[in-house]
T-cell receptor, first 112, second 116 residues
C-alpha cells in the first residue's frame, strides 16, 4: 500500500538556520504530495503541495520539489524563525476522494 | 475562509458510556469529511470517509458499530464513540473538503477524548 516516511524529530535549530525535513514515499500511480503544519494547540494547515513530477510547492518561505526519480518531497526553508516551531507532516493522496496518507510528523523547535 | 470547528475540544467520559464529537465547516459546504485518530507522537490514521446523505466508508480495521458517523448536512458530521473503553482514549481530528472544490482538506483543531 501507499506510505510516507519522514525523518524523526525533534529537530532543534537556532533562529535563521537552514531547515530540511526529508520525506520519501511509496505509492501506486501518481500521487499528489502535501506538507501540512500543526502549530501548538491548532489544527493542521496546508503548507504547500505539488501535484505532478518536478512541480515545486512554496509558501511562507518553505519549498518542496516533487522528485519522482527519488520518490521524495523534502521540505526546506532557508532561514527559520521561532514562529516556525511546529509539527510538520508530509502526506500523499492517490485517491479520487482525496484520502490522505500521512507520515509520522516531525517536530521542529526553533530557539532564539 | 475555510474554517472547521470541532466540539467539544476535550471530553472525559466513563468506560461504557457513549460520546459524540461534532465537526462543522463554518464558512463552506462540505460534501465529504474525514475522521482521523492521532496517537501521542504518532501520525494521523484515517478512520473513515463521511459523505453527506450516505453511509460512511470505514478504513480496514475500524469498527463501524463502535465509531458511528453521521453526515446529515453539508456543514456537519458527527462521530459517536459507543461503549467507550480506555483504549479509545485518543485525539480525534476531522477534516472537510469544499463541495466542488479541489483535493485540499481543511482540518479541525481536534478533540481529546479520555475514557476513565
Amino acid at each position: 500500500g501507499d506510505s510516507v516516511t519522514q525523518m524523526e524529530g525533534p529537530v532543534t535549530l537556532s533562529e535563521e538556520a537552514f531547515l530540511t525535513i526529508n520525506c520519501t514515499y511509496t505509492a501506486t500511480g501518481y500521487p499528489s504530495l502535501f506538507w501540512y503544519v500543526q502549530y501548538p494547540g491548532e489544527g493542521l494547515q496546508l503548507l504547500l503541495k505539488a501535484t505532478k513530477a518536478d512541480d515545486k510547492g512554496s509558501n511562507k518561505g518553505f519549498e518542496a520539489t516533487y522528485r519522482k526519480e527519488t520518490t521524495s518531497f523534502h521540505l526546506e526553508k532557508g532561514s527559520v524563525q521561532v514562529s516556525d516551531s511546529a509539527v510538520y507532516f508530509c502526506a500523499l493522496t492517490t485517491d479520487s476522494w482525496g484520502k490522505l496518507q500521512f507520515g509520522a510528523g516531525t517536530q521542529v523547535v526553533v530557539t532564539p | 475562509g475555510a474554517v472547521v470547528s470541532q466540539h467539544p475540544s476535550r471530553v472525559i467520559c466513563k468506560s461504557g458510556t457513549s460520546v459524540k464529537i461534532e465537526c462543522r465547516s463554518l464558512d463552506f459546504q462540505a460534501t465529504t469529511m474525514f475522521w482521523y485518530r492521532q496517537f501521542p507522537k504518532q501520525s494521523l490514521m484515517l478512520m473513515a470517509t463521511s459523505n453527506e446523505g450516505s453511509k460512511a466508508t470505514y478504513e480496514q480495521g475500524v469498527e463501524k458499530d463502535k465509531f458511528l458517523i453521521n453526515h446529515a448536512s453539508l456543514t456537519l458530521s458527527t462521530l459517536t464513540v459507543t461503549s467507550a473503553h480506555p483504549e479509545d482514549s485518543s485525539f480525534y481530528i476531522c477534516s472537510a473538503k469544499k463541495t466542488g472544490g479541489a483535493q485540499e482538506q481543511y482540518f479541525g483543531p481536534g478533540t481529546r477524548l479520555t475514557v476513565t
